[in-house]
């Protein structure tokens, strides 16, 4: 088994942008001639006073890899597998986002390799200035790194860890709501919530800061069912009915032809 050795790659204008853009990958063992997975955050902040409008992140995977997303934001899909489009409420000072995609690599037998993974570019609308700016961040990795020992995490890279957990317990608990799972989307909240509280302790002051606010992320979220039950009888066509509103059975049962 091999480590994936991360190496984030930043490609910001030399313009002073209002978005910050920070995209790296989640450290990840496998096989140097077997596919593997890595998931890979693309971070959005606002550091300063200001807002942003319009925003929109178009995600592109490098060859030889099949690029999902993961997100609960909405996306438009440019090309299946290979580029995607993610749109972004307003963001206003400190502010922050998390678009997660997950990327499928091939077998790599070569003994050194320097594989491109995604490009994220931001492009979003100052409302200062009413300016379009735009920002761009990539992630390459190098495979196969074969370490002995298990590589420990900076407080850093641990909080970057955290915000993959939590951007994909959100995502998951949004499809299993959809799927009319909710006991099972806030037992995902929940289990993530509290394995970054046990972790509070291995970070330093700033990087704990940021942790608590996932962590009341997590617990903030809601979740809003669109799950359709379908009742049939012989007598009855079927209806569906919105299990979030509260009516009486009768009410989603028609006669036959009414």
């Not at 039950?229 to 989603?252: I, N």
């Amino acid at each position: 088994m091999v480590y994936i050795k991360l190496i984030d790659v930043f490609i910001n204008q030399l313009t002073m942008t209002l978005l910050e853009l920070h995209t790296y990958a989640q450290q990840s063992q496998i096989a140097s001639s077997s596919n593997g997975i890595v998931l890979v955050n693309c971070h959005v902040h606002l550091p300063i006073p200001g807002s942003a409008t319009d925003i929109s992140i178009l995600c592109t995977g490098g060859p030889s890899v099949w690029l999902e997303i993961e997100t609960h934001h909405q996306v438009s899909t440019v090309t299946t597998f290979s580029q995607y489009e993610v749109h972004l409420d307003t963001m206003n000072f400190q502010d922050h986002h998390d678009v997660l995609m997950k990327v499928e690599l091939m077998p790599a037998e070569s003994e050194k390799l320097l594989q491109f993974l995604v490009e994220c570019t931001a492009t979003y609308i100052n409302a200062e200035t009413g300016k379009s700016e735009a920002i761009r961040s990539i992630v390459v990795i190098q495979r196969p790194h074969l370490v002995t020992e298990v590589e420990t995490k900076t407080p850093k890279s641990l909080h970057e860890s955290h915000r993959i957990s939590a951007a994909r317990a959100i995502y998951m608990a949004h499809k299993w709501t959809r799927s009319g799972l909710q006991d099972t989307a806030k037992s995902v909240l929940v289990g993530v919530s509290n394995q970054l509280k046990n972790s509070l302790s291995r970070l330093d002051k700033d990087n704990a800061a940021k942790t608590l606010h996932l962590i009341e992320d997590l617990n903030s979220v809601k979740l809003k069912s669109t799950y359709k039950k379908v009742y049939k009888t012989s007598l009855y066509k079927a209806a569906a009915f919105d299990e979030t509103k509260p009516h009486h059975f009768e009410e989603y049962l028609r006669p036959v032809g009414a």
